[in-house]
C-alpha cells in the first residue's frame, strides 16, 4: 500500500508541476502492481481529484469554446475506452500501454518543428482519440498535448485548456466505470492511500512548477515514461 500511497504523490507533483503527466506517470507503475483493470477505475478517481485542483488553478486560462469542441470528442470516445479495458486481455493492456507511453514520449523529446494547425475542426479526431485512452488507461494527455502543440498554445493557455478538458472527460470516464461495474471492493480498499498521496504531492507540486525549469522537467519526465513504457513492454 505505501507504494501506491508514493506513486501518487510523485503523479500529483508532476501534474501540478508541469499541467499534465499525472495518469502517464502512474497509470504504468499501478498497472505493474494491480493489473489494469483495478488500476484504471482506481485511477479515474485520483486523477479527477488531481485535475480538479489545476483546474482550480489555472482557471483564468483557459479557452471554453476549444474546451468545449474537444471534451464534447472526448466524451464519446470515453466509453469505447472502458469497454476495452474490460474487456482485452491484461497483457494485451499491458502492451498497448507500453507502446503508447515509449512511442509518445520519444515523439515528444525528439519531434521537428511541428506545423501550425488553424482549423478548429481538428479538435475533433485529437478529442476522440483522447477519449478512447483516457476510457481505457486514464491517459488523455497525449492527443491532446499534440493537439495544443499543433495550435501553439502559449504556456498558461495550455495548462489551462488541458485542466479543462481533463476535469470534464474525467467526470465522464467515472460515470463510464459506474456503469461498467468496475469498481470493485479491491479498488475501494486502495483508494485512500492513493488519496492521500495525491493530496500531499499538489501543493508542494504547484509551488515547484512556479519555479523549476519547465522545458527540463518535461524533458525527466519523458525519460521517466520511456523507462516505463519499456518495462512494461517487456513484461
Known amino acids: 500500500m505505501f507504494a501506491i ?30 493489473g489494469a483493470r483495478t488500476a484504471a477505475p482506481l485511477w479515474a478517481i485520483v486523477g479527477f481529484l488531481t485535475v480538479g485542483a489545476g483546474l482550480l488553478h489555472f482557471r483564468r486560462a483557459i479557452q471554453f469554446r476549444t474546451v468545449v469542441r474537444l471534451v464534447a470528442a472526448s466524451a ?6 472502458v469497454w476495452l479495458i474490460k474487456n482485452i486481455d491484461a497483457n494485451v ?3 498497448a500501454l507500453g507502446l503508447l507511453l515509449t512511442g509518445y514520449s520519444i515523439y515528444a523529446l525528439f519531434a521537428p518543428s511541428l506545423p501550425e494547425l488553424k482549423r478548429q475542426e481538428w479538435s475533433f479526431p485529437f478529442g476522440f482519440v483522447g477519449g478512447v485512452l483516457n476510457g481505457a488507461f486514464n491517459t488523455a494527455g497525449p492527443p491532446l498535448v ?16 488541458l485542466q479543462g478538458v481533463f476535469f470534464v472527460s474525467g467526470f465522464v470516464t467515472l460515470v463510464s466505470h459506474v456503469a461498467a461495474g468496475n469498481f470493485t ?12 498521496g ?13 519555479r523549476i525549469d519547465e522545458q527540463r522537467a518535461r524533458k525527466l519526465t519523458f525519460l521517466l515514461l520511456i523507462g516505463l513504457g519499456i518495462r512494461l513492454i517487456l513484461q
Open 146 to 161: 499534440m493537439y495544443g502543440a499543433f495550435r501553439r498554445w502559449p504556456p498558461d493557455r495550455f495548462k489551462g485548456n
Open 185 to 196: 471492493p479491491e479498488v475501494w480498499r486502495i483508494l485512500p492511500w492513493a488519496i492521500s
Open 198 to 210: 495525491v493530496t500531499l504531492g499538489l501543493f508542494p507540486g504547484l509551488w515547484l512548477g512556479e
Open 76 to 81: 464519446i470516445g470515453t466509453p469505447a475506452g
Open 93 to 95: 493492456a499491458n502492451l
Open 5 to 34: 500511497f508514493l506513486i501518487c504523490l510523485f503523479a500529483a507533483l508532476v501534474q501540478a508541476g508541469v499541467g499534465f503527466g499525472s495518469a502517464l506517470v502512474a497509470m504504468p507503475l499501478l498497472v505493474m502492481l494491480l
